[in-house]
């Protein structure tokens, strides 16, 4: 069965530092997506991106952040100068898109530390 | 706007006992209404979904009705196993396709033999 796959799955990094999270949708989806659960808290949305850009954000996706489809497989979340509170766990999520009540897929995540 | 209310947790239920787990919503028009559960060291798998007012999702024994007159999707599952153990959440997608999915806090089941 296909499946949304994240690397890595645990990232450490010092503050102010760079960081990319890497995911691979499904193959046959349009619309892709970044969500971030802070510990303890709701998961919350942060991006989502059709047909190679940005169709929705949240207020908590600022210009430290960007999302691109280098190539047909990857998609990737950057953070630029990373901040404590940016530690969570980021989940990558896919879906078809075009249908009503589609589901979204999601990958096991990507636990970020922020130091 | 748009949000997802559950019940708080975490919840320790003996094996073969009864489950549920609250949710209510909020939302403009006509949403999409999901179930989603986590394993320990795993991604969000869907459990079960409904789309409109009146329809009930199921698999694996958990059922949630959705219920536009109480603005409610309820979880429930007549008879829990160990391998039930996980947190568990409510999402809803807002009308349309391809919308971001608004989560509840999470509830974390343990089952005990």
């Known amino acids: 069965e296909p499946e949304v796959t994240q690397t890595p799955s645990h990232q450490v990094t010092q503050m102010g530092q760079e960081v990319i999270l890497r995911c691979v949708p499904i193959?046959?989806?349009?619309?892709f997506y970044w969500y971030r659960q802070i510990l303890g808290q709701k998961v919350e949305f942060l991006v989502s991106f059709y047909n190679n850009e940005i169709s929705e954000k949240s207020e908590i996706f600022d210009d430290q952040f960007s999302v691109e489809r280098p190539d047909g497989s990857n998609f990737t979340l950057k953070i630029r100068s990373t901040k404590l509170e940016d530690s969570a766990m980021y989940f990558c999520?896919?879906?078809?898109?075009?249908?009503?009540?589609?589901?979204?897929?999601f990958g096991p995540g990507t636990r970020l530390t922020v130091l | 706007g748009n949000s997802v209310t559950q019940m708080e947790g975490p919840v320790t239920l003996s094996e073969e006992a009864f489950l549920t787990i609250n949710c209510t919503y909020t939302?403009?028009?006509?949403?999409?209404l999901f179930w989603y559960v986590q394993y320990p060291g795993e991604g969000l798998q869907l459990l079960l979904k409904a789309t409109k007012a009146d329809d009930k999702g199921s698999n694996k024994g958990f059922e949630a009705t959705y219920r536009k007159e109480t603005t409610s999707f309820h979880l429930e599952k007549g008879s829990v196993q160990v391998s039930d153990s996980a947190v568990y959440f409510c999402a809803l997608s807002p009308s349309g396709a391809g919308n971001q999915f608004y989560f509840g806090t999470g509830t974390s089941l343990t089952v005990i033999p």
């Open positions: 193959s046959n989806h349009l619309y």
């Open positions: 939302a403009t028009g006509y949403p999409s």
């Open positions: 999520a896919s879906s078809h898109g075009t249908r009503w009540g589609d589901e979204q897929f």
